[in-house]
């Protein structure tokens, strides 16, 4: 077995289970991917038109050890040239996120190394480090996904200011809301972004809310109110719904407050740097339409690969890489902490 890394390398093991991915990934100092496994529960979920809790960690327990073990073989490793363990601790599913930390604590305290819990909004910031070697901060970075959306301000490794958050749904939220309407079924983002590329952005006029001036939170329930509403007054006048056009008009609300709220945001900061991240960073028109607005603003945008935008371990593994050569450990009895706000660290 040839391995690609000496001694003075720093190894990470990193799991992710926060909600329905198991994940697992090994990386060379803290940005070289050596594996990164993703074991996705999608099809079990699809019957229930959501993600069910109780049935996600049921899965993540079956899949754990397996896909630990695939991880290792694909990097070309074993526990014992591991340095240090990284693992999701918050946010997420509590049952879930309890799977994959019970696992990351076993193996450090069998190997007698040190255990990083790593924040997982965290991690999708630090997918954009995987992705671009020379990225560093500071930077401004949107974070949108099924549970959160954040505007963030990133100072330096592991230091941030929360410049703007949705008051209400979540960006990712409403996608999945908005598509079990239209009986798109689930995960409902794609479905959407896939009919708005075939329909008429223009066609309805949905509210989009900016809040108070100068404010970079947002608020994304108004919006989806609206679209109901619309729905359901259109099917008792017996009138006919291109869902098409339904959902491209709906995303570009969406997808304008999120872009105009961003490069608003840079400016103001005298920030040249973007970065996206998080689940609805996969969204061609959220990429399209803030790459076009960061040119007009001679703004550089940058965002991961769409297999680094979903949930995955090699973003986990990244954190705790940084915070392991900062000194920062943390203890064998950190427990899972379902609403755990990005910058908090763990005891």
């Given at each position: ?14 799991i ?10 090994v ?24 993600v069910?809790?109780e ?12 896909v ?47 255990l ?67 009986g ?16 008429n952005k ?33 099917k008792?006048?017996?009138?006919p ?41 996969a ?39 940084y ?25």
């Open positions: 077995m040839t391995k690609d890394f000496t001694k003075e390398d720093i190894i990470t093991l990193a992710e289970s926060s909600c329905d991915e198991t994940s697992v990934s990386l060379k100092n803290g940005r070289t991917v050596l594996s990164n496994i993703i074991a996705s529960q999608i099809e079990q979920h699809q019957k229930f038109g959501g069910v809790p049935v996600a960690s049921r899965k993540h327990i079956e899949n754990i050890n397996i630990i073990e695939e991880a290792l073989e694909e990097a070309k490793v074993s526990f014992e040239d591991i340095t240090h363990v990284a693992a999701t601790y918050g946010p997420g599913l509590v049952g879930a996120l309890l799977v994959g930390l019970s696992a990351a604590k076993a193996i450090a305290f069998a190997r007698e190394i040190p990083n819990g790593v924040n997982h909004i965290e991690g999708h910031i630090y997918a954009n480090f995987i992705e671009y070697r020379e990225l560093e901060p500071p930077f401004i970075c949107l974070i949108v996904s099924g549970g959160h959306t954040h505007l963030v301000y990133m100072k330096d490794y592991g230091k941030y200011e929360i410049l703007g958050r949705t008051r209400d749904d979540a960006a990712g939220e409403a996608f999945d809301k908005i598509a079990r309407a239209l798109l079924g689930y995960p409902g983002g794609p479905q959407i972004d896939k009919l708005a590329k075939i329909g223009k066609a309805i006029a949905f509210p989009k809310a900016y809040l108070e001036e100068g404010s970079y939170d947002f608020s994304f329930s108004g919006l989806k109110s609206a679209v109901l509403n619309y729905l359901n007054s259109e008792m006048k017996g009138n719904i291109v869902i098409e056009d339904v959902a491209a008009s709906f995303q570009q609300a969406v997808i304008e407050i999120l872009v105009e709220k961003t490069i608003s945001c840079a400016l103001e900061k005298g920030m040249k740097q973007i970065t996206l991240a998080g689940g609805v960073a969204n061609s028109g959220l990429r399209q339409l803030l790459q076009e607005k960061a040119k007009e603003h001679d703004l550089d945008l940058k965002y991961p690969s769409l297999k680094l935008c979903t949930d995955n371990a090699a973003m986990i593994g990244c954190v705790g890489y915070d392991y050569i900062k000194g920062h450990h943390s203890a064998l009895d950190l427990n899972g902490v379902p609403n755990l706000k990005i910058g908090e660290r763990p005891l």
